[in-house]
T-cell receptor, first 114, second 115 residues
Framework: DGGITQSPKYLFRKEGQNVTLSCEQN?????MYWYRQDPGQGLRLIYY???????QKGDIAEGYSVSREKKESFPLTVTSAQKNPTAFYLC?????????????FGPGTRLTVL | AQSVSQHNHHVILSEAASLELGCNYS??????LFWYVQYPGQHLQLLLK??????LVKGIKGFEAEFIKSKFSFNLRKPSVQWSDTAEYFC?????????????FGKGTHLIIQP
């Protein structure tokens, strides 16, 4: 069953701790993305990766870091430098390439920093 | 930089009413346009998309949208809504240049359909 998995669904962390959110896809997609969703704010792009071992900053990359060591995995680390980390985090993937393709989204991880 | 504006943050309609959700974008070049829907407790999913060609596009569940280039608009319509259409709706754009660039989303419209 192809798709995108994000784990865990809910995550609680103490302020000042780094936390890593998992995103895995088995769609054989080249491109992967991380978005942050806040109530009334829509989705905002954090980081994206068009190919393994390469990634670019999105609109709100400060306080976040990513890696893309494998095609199917794109973990996001929320560092202690992120001033307001409590949010709903969505991972997405697309075929990538020169022409735009639809992005498919995972179920999301709701992070709460106490 | 691209931006997307959705005019209505909350819309409440009765079943069988007609729906139109506004979306305007700001970008001078060619764009790809999307409407995504987030039903309660479900993944964000694609409702419809415009890449090129006929500016009137049809999507799933009876939704359609019209791209009006002169107005930088991509409004979503449905002639008769159902209770199951209750959801959050997001308009999004991607500037055509890089195929794998991220999307720019509007802030969303929370639609409630009353039985």
């Amino acid at each position: 069953d192809g798709g995108i998995t994000q784990s865990p669904k809910y995550l609680f962390r103490k302020e000042g701790q780094n936390v890593t959110l998992s995103c895995e896809q088995n769609l054989n997609h080249d491109a992967m993305y991380w978005y942050r969703q806040d109530p009334g704010q829509g989705l905002r792009l954090i980081y994206y990766s068009q190919i393994v071992n390469d990634f670019q900053k999105g609109d709100i990359a400060e306080g976040y870091s990513v890696s893309r060591e494998k095609k199917e995995s794109f973990p996001l680390t929320v560092t202690s430098a992120q001033k307001n980390p409590t949010a709903f985090y969505l991972c997405a993937s697309s075929m990538g390439g020169r022409f735009y393709n639809e992005q498919f989204f995972g179920p999301g991880t709701r992070l709460t920093v106490l | 930089a691209q931006s997307v504006s959705q005019h209505n943050h909350h819309v409440i309609l009765s079943e069988a009413a007609s729906l139109e959700l506004g979306c305007n974008y700001s970008y001078g070049g060619t764009v790809n346009l999307f409407w995504y829907v987030q039903y309660p407790g479900q993944h964000l999913q694609l409702l419809l998309k415009y890449f090129s060609g006929d500016p009137l596009v049809k999507g799933i569940k009876g939704f359609e949208a019209e791209f009006i280039k002169s107005k930088f608009s991509f409004n979503l319509r449905k002639p008769s809504v159902q209770w199951s259409d209750t959801a959050e709706y997001f308009c999004a754009v991607n500037a055509r240049g890089g195929g794998a660039d991220g999307l720019t989303f509007g802030k969303g419209t929370h639609l409630i359909i009353q039985p």
